[in-house]
């Protein structure tokens, strides 16, 4: 079993007890404040494109567990930098997480996305990805999702 099938495994298995657990408040403060942090990396800078706030809430040393991205939050930074558009930051999610499970230093989001499907593309299907963070001392530590690895793109101008 891969660490993504077993993270995964893990989640659904502890989801029911802990989303009513969570749901009802029983959260440690500490888990709470934890939450609230990773939700501005995964909200606040990542769907409203706010990079200023991951010097707030990012560790300089970030570890990266996506091959895409580099770590460190200055890596982080630069390589998102390409795609965010700052907006307005609204209390709503603009693609809410269908499971938020906080455990001690790990917050864990699972989120339904939809896509063409490349058999038919008059049709969509529905997949599942999933993004893990660590946080510890009021920072953001470490990222997991289930990226692989992208072939490199052409350089502009090249086909």
Known sequence: MNFNTLVISCALAAGSLTLAAQSTGTLTPQEKKNQEIANVEMKDILQYG????????????????????????DGFKGFFA???????????????????????DIVFYLVENEAKDPNDPSKTYKYNWFDMLRVDNGMIQEHWDTAKKNPPRPAAGKQ
């Open 50 to 73: 706010h990079l200023e706030l991951a010097d707030k809430v990012m560790a300089p040393g970030y570890i990266q567990h996506n091959p895409n991205v580099p770590s460190g939050r």
């Open 82 to 104: 390409r795609f965010a558009k700052p907006e307005p930051i609204k209390e709503e999610w603009k693609k809410p997480p269908v499971l938020v499970l906080t455990s001690g």
